[in-house]
């Protein structure tokens, strides 16, 4: 295995922690994260105007 796959192992196993702890806390919390992220984009709108995910 090269170095860059190794690299982006390890970023994708970072990732997926973050993902987990952030799921984790959020059910802890009893924190709605569909509804926040409908929030957020909400106020990312406004703060940044109109944004595009697509390529």
């Known amino acids: ?3 860059s796959q190794n690299i982006k192992g390890t970023i994708e196993e970072e990732f997926y ?3 987990y702890y952030t799921i984790a806390l959020a059910n802890l919390y009893d ?3 569909e ?5 957020k984009d909400e106020i990312n709108l406004k703060k940044y105007g ?3 995910t697509q390529s």
């Open 35 to 39: 509804q926040y992220q409908y929030l």
């Open 31 to 33: 924190i709605d994260l």
């Open 50 to 52: 109109s944004v595009s």
């Open 1 to 3: 295995m090269d170095e």
């Open 17 to 19: 922690d973050v993902l």
